[in-house]
């Protein structure tokens, strides 16, 4: 003990009275929020970094900091599920600009029915590859409409926005974005479209950025149940990402929404 000691640089009579020093109130403190914060990773699906696990620690009436959060987390090895899934590059799409896009120029929008954009995805089965398609509310970032299919095509993005005007109206002149794919300037998708009184804006071809807040909830929605697993078949796959929408309306926590969830949002701002 007196080698290690030496080693350490620390007295033999300082490290024996270290051990039977009883613990300090902040180091209980400390682990009081441990067991707590693994308690809500794991109840949130293990999608919480600091910024959220921290304002929902405050919303229950702890008091911390965001700095503890994150000393925390590094000490238990408690990681958000989207780190290290990509990397971000400051910079890299500095030269891009939008042309053409209604939605870039529209102002931000006051109330739900306003702006909602449309895009799918693709998932992979053990049994082939699943279409899913999505309609968001852009002002309260809700899921409001959703479909799946073996095939890609127009019927797929007119059974999710057939589901948002049955869950959701849109107001009159509601701003429709989306991408210039195939599925979203078919004819009867356009009549669809108008018919319900809304107004289309398309991104430039070939460029994701024009509708990246769908792109950000596609990453979301990979990150946090995609990533990591295979799912057996499309049944499985449709029955885990439903019951992730409804915890992504209700539940999740939004930056952008000041760490509200969309529902709690358009509650708030009723």
């Known amino acids: 003990m007196r080698r290690l000691c030496h080693l350490y640089r620390v007295s033999p009579s300082g490290y024996y009275a270290w051990r039977v020093r009883p613990v300090s109130e902040h180091r209980c403190y400390d682990l009081k929020l441990l067991e707590l914060m693994k308690e809500l990773h794991q109840g949130f699906r293990k999608s919480y970094g600091a910024a959220r696990l921290h304002r929902e620690l405050v919303k229950r009436g702890y008091t911390c900091s965001r700095r503890r959060i994150n000393r925390l987390m590094r000490e238990a090895g408690i ?111 356009r009549v669809m479209v108008e018919e319900a009184g809304m107004v289309r804006s398309m991104s430039r071809k070939g460029n994701p950025l024009d509708n990246a807040t ?41 930056s952008s929404l000041d760490y509200q969830s969309p529902d709690n949002y358009e509650k708030l701002c009723a």
Not at 85 to 92: D, E, K
Not at 147 to 173: D, H, I, V, Y
Not at 223 to 244: C, K, R, S, T
Request: charged residues 20%; contains cysteine; positive net charge.
């Open 79 to 189: 990681k958000a599920s989207t780190t290290g899934l990509y990397a971000w590059r400051p910079g890299q799409h500095e030269f891009y600009s939008a042309t053409g896009n209604q939605l870039k120029h529209a102002d931000n929008p006051n109330e739900t029915g306003r702006q909602w954009a449309g895009d799918f995805t693709y998932i992979k089965t053990k049994t082939g590859w699943l279409y899913h398609a999505v309609v968001l509310d852009l002002y309260s970032r809700k899921v409001v409409g959703w479909s799946f299919s073996r095939k890609r095509n127009a019927e797929l993005t007119k059974s999710a926005l057939r589901m948002a005007l049955s869950r959701s109206q849109p107001k009159p002149g509601c701003l429709f974005h989306s991408d210039q794919g195939i599925e979203y300037a078919a004819h009867e998708y």
């Open 214 to 254: 769908m792109e950000s909830f596609f990453h979301t929605l990979k990150a946090e149940l995609v990533h990591g697993q295979l799912f057996d078949n499309v049944i499985e796959a449709v029955a885990h990402i439903v019951e992730y929408i409804e915890f992504y309306n209700r539940e999740r926590l939004h």
